[in-house]
């Protein structure tokens, strides 16, 4: 079985930086962290939960239009980690953010960290 541990998440002033961290604890059957695309996705109060980056096994990323040039999403295998580098946060990045995994067409969950961006 896999779990996540997500942290970094709080309160920041708009203008101001976060890094989120989400740790993967054990592994898919017949896998390692390194065969996993990894995401972060986010849901803010009455909207659809979001795409926000995504870094395959590769290491190539992708980002949501919204957010490039301030985030940055990266993974360290040796660790089981990734990581989101947020810059220049906005009131409007304000959201529970999720990591995700994606293996085998199925996607694995990590239950969020709260980002509120508020002055």
């Known amino acids: 079985q896999v779990h996540f541990v997500e942290s970094g998440g709080g309160l920041v002033q708009p203008g101001g930086s976060l890094r989120l961290s989400c740790a993967v604890i054990?592994?898919?059957?017949?896998?390692?962290?390194?065969?996993?695309?990894l995401a972060w996705y986010r849901q803010a109060p009455g909207n659809q939960r979001e795409l926000v980056a995504v870094?395959?096994?590769?290491?190539?990323?992708n980002y949501t239009d919204s957010v490039k040039g301030r985030f940055t999403i990266s993974r360290n295998n040796a660790q089981n980690t990734m990581y989101l580098r947020m810059n220049s946060l906005k009131p409007e990045d304000t959201a529970v953010y999720y990591c995700?995994?994606?293996?085998?067409?199925?996607?694995?969950w990590g239950r969020g960290t709260q980002v509120t961006v508020s002055s």
């Open positions: 995700n995994a994606h293996f085998g067409l199925r996607d694995y």
């Open positions: 054990g592994t898919i059957s017949g896998s390692i962290f390194s065969m996993y695309d």
């Open positions: 870094i395959d096994s590769g290491g190539r990323t």
